[in-house]
């Protein structure tokens, strides 16, 4: 059975920092892998998408990357912002055609101005 | 504009009450999800429906029932066997990458 798990559970960092969050998953057998962003009381926004075929995926501070082969993934964010303060999760799609993910439970994340 | 709706944004319950919580999507997506997330816990999934007409069981089923007759619209009820239902419910819709309604929060009088 597939788990996602994501360390830390929380962070605090000053403003301008660079950090990396975690996501780590048991079964290397993924179709694609997700990072979202929640804040509080809110839906989740969609931040990256990488196809199990792809290495990493960029968008604008943001650089996710993924090993299939050691179950991990990595969301870099460079430059933090206080408005980056939010949860991160992961979420992996194991099986082709099914769309069918599994979260991990996210890293809450505060970026101190 | 497109994207996904839930609907209502607050609901009260009140014991042995059945609830329904809308989601419609216009995003032309087949695959559309339901979660509850309660304070401190990751996403579980209740159900989902890969296609009009059909759904499967999450992780959390029971107590819980939907229906799947138009692409763009995923309703969920809340039954009265539900034994915890106080939580924040969030909808999906993927046709691989997933997006996310601004979800409900259910509160049990």
């Known amino acids: 059975k597939q788990e996602v798990t994501q360390i830390p559970a929380a962070l605090s960092v000053p403003e301008g920092e660079n950090l990396v969050l975690n996501c780590s998953f048991t079964d290397s057998a993924i179709y694609n892998l997700q990072w979202f962003r929640q804040d509080p009381g809110k839906g989740l926004t969609s931040l990256l998408l990488i196809q199990s075929s792809q290495r990493e995926q960029t968008s604008g501070r943001l650089n996710a990357s993924l090993d299939k082969s050691s179950g991990r993934s990595t969301l870099y964010i460079a430059a933090s912002q206080p408005g980056d303060s939010a949860t991160y999760l992961c979420a992996v799609s194991t099986t082709s055609g099914t769309y069918k993910y599994i979260f991990g439970t996210g890293t809450r994340l505060k970026v101190l101005a | 504009d497109g994207g996904i709706t839930q609907s209502p944004k607050y609901l009260f319950r009140k014991e042995g009450q059945n609830v329904t919580l809308s989601c419609e999507q216009n995003?032309?997506?087949?695959?559309m999800y339901w979660y509850r997330q309660d304070p401190g816990q990751g996403l579980r999934l209740i159900y989902y429906s890969q296609i009009v007409n059909d759904f499967q069981k999450g992780d959390i089923a029971e107590g819980y029932s939907v229906s799947r007759e138009k692409k763009e619209s995923f309703p969920l009820t809340v039954t009265s066997a539900q034994k915890n239902p106080t939580a924040f419910y969030l909808c999906a819709s993927s046709n691989n990458e997933q997006f996310f309604g601004p979800g409900t929060r259910l509160t049990v009088l």
């Open positions: 995003l032309n997506h087949d695959a």
